[in-house]
């Protein structure tokens, strides 16, 4: 019969050894896709910086993908830093150690993720400031050609031979 650990589920993520082990290999998974999100992020900047919105759409959408598989594996991981600690608790030392230090390479490559994203925000605000300014110049360059008429179709005229 095999024995349970710690109160936590015979075989569960957190349980010994094997949890240890699914749990390795669940950050190591969670590891990758941060490195291939910064990656796209840093990409997406790429785009934005050469002016082409279009294919840093592109790389939103590929983004969007891979979000969504790291929010999959954090449901895994728990619900908070609080259970993830407890389940490191019932693990070997060296283990919940590694462990700790994926927590806080994942932490810190979110981290920068982030900063860059702040950092294209900005880009895009500034870039939509600009444009609503120049259309707004191009509002007002309309109304006064308007004013002088110029928006006008005059039709045909009537001149005399003098004239």
């Known amino acids: 019969m095999a024995r349970q650990t710690g109160g936590g589920e015979q075989g569960g993520a957190g349980a010994g050894a094997g949890g240890a082990a699914r749990l390795s290999r669940l ?33 939103v959408g590929e983004r969007v993908r891979l979000v969504a598989r790291l929010e999959e594996a954090a449901r895994e991981l728990g619900p908070d830093a609080e259970s993830f600690e407890r389940r490191l608790r019932e693990m070997p030392e060296d283990a919940a150690t590694r462990a700790r230090e994926q927590a806080a390479a994942i932490a810190a490559a979110v981290g920068a993720v ?3 994203d702040a ?25 006064a050609i308007g004013a002088y008429g110029g928006g006008r179709d005059a039709g045909p005229t009537m001149q005399d031979r003098e004239g």
């Open 114 to 116: 982030l900063a860059r």
């Open 27 to 59: 950050l190591d998974e969670v590891e990758r896709l941060c490195a291939e999100l910064g990656e796209l992020s840093r990409r997406q900047g790429l785009e934005l910086d050469e002016g082409r919105a279009e294919d840093a759409a592109a790389v």
């Open 119 to 143: 950092e294209d925000a900005e880009l895009l605000r500034n870039e939509r400031d600009r444009l609503s300014s120049e259309m707004s110049g191009l509002g007002r360059g309309r109304s």
